[in-house]
């Protein structure tokens, strides 16, 4: 497509504003780059006002400086889980066995494999459209994608293996649903954002569950809301698990790191 004239541009930018667009200028030049003729720019352009998410349009979002695909309908990489890789990396021995639960489009699985060595690296979800994405995004690595329920569909001589276990599950509780930005809850598999009546439903579910797959001294490494890590320390520490927290100010993020007792 012709570079658009200036006036054109800031008109973009004008209508992407007022729709809400907090960022519309970086926004404008991702749908520029996008488009491939006239027809296709106001096509995207009237998705985007519409509500739908900017990285549907494009296909892709990126997440840990990587590019990584994003189908409709797929859980989108939020900047904030960055966190969880940099404490898995920080947590992680050399050639660790690793699992990426509630996996969404695989971006945590992509980022593991090119910040760690892992002798074993999987992901599972229990969505479908999440499992097809993923594994297209992980096309070229050594990573093996389950489609099911938590740990259930891991293959059995893991159980007690695993050097590392991280889960970005869903934890904004039911009626908080209703309350999220739109992008999110009008377009986002209901699956990946409900995380039950507190919240706290799936995660204590996968802490139950690590204590058992962990090996001794492994880690698990999970995202959740500031007001849930209390509760979630104690689900953690009934679990025979150690919990630790970690906030990183700039990321507006919280992880859970629990390690299962040598």
């Known amino acids: 497509m012709t570079s658009p004239s200036p006036a054109e541009r800031a008109a973009l930018v004008s209508r992407l504003r007022a729709a809400g667009c907090v960022y519309a200028e970086d926004e404008a030049e991702l749908l520029l780059a996008a488009a491939r003729s006239p027809a296709v720019l106001a096509d995207l352009t009237d998705r985007r006002v519409a509500g739908e998410p900017l990285e549907?349009?494009?296909?892709?979002?990126?997440?840990?400086?990587?590019?990584?695909?994003?189908?409709?309908?797929?859980?989108?990489?939020?900047?904030?889980?960055?966190?969880l890789v940099e404490m898995a990396a920080e947590l992680t021995g050399a050639a660790p066995a690793v699992v990426d639960l509630c996996c969404g489009s695989g971006a945590t699985t992509v980022a593991l494999a090119h910040r760690l060595a892992p002798r074993w690296l999987a992901a599972a979800d229990i969505d479908p459209a999440a499992v097809a994405c993923a594994r297209r995004n992980v096309a070229g690595l050594d990573v093996e994608v389950y489609e099911g329920d938590l740990f259930a569909p891991l293959p059995e001589r893991w159980r007690g293996r695993l050097d590392l276990v991280v889960a970005n599950a869903p934890y904004v509780p039911t009626?908080?649903?209703?309350?999220?930005?739109?992008?999110?809850?009008?377009?986002?598999?209901?699956?990946?954002?409900?995380?039950?009546?507190?919240?706290?439903?799936?995660?204590?579910?996968?802490?139950?569950?690590?204590?058992?797959?962990?090996?001794?001294?492994?880690?698990?490494?999970?995202?959740a809301g500031t007001t849930q890590i209390e509760a979630l320390c104690d689900a953690f520490g009934e679990a025979g698990l150690i919990p630790t927290v970690h906030h990183d100010e700039d990321l507006d993020a919280t992880a859970l790191t629990a390690r299962r007792p040598a």
């Open 175 to 223: 009626d908080a649903v209703a309350l999220m930005p739109p992008e999110a809850r009008l377009h986002e598999a209901p699956v990946a954002l409900d995380g039950g009546p507190d919240g706290l439903s799936v995660l204590r579910r996968v802490g139950v569950d690590a204590a058992g797959w962990l090996a001794p001294g492994g880690h698990l490494v999970v995202e």
């Open 56 to 83: 549907y349009l494009l296909g892709w979002a990126e997440f840990c400086g990587l590019r990584i695909a994003v189908d409709e309908g797929v859980f989108v990489p939020r900047a904030r889980t960055a966190l």
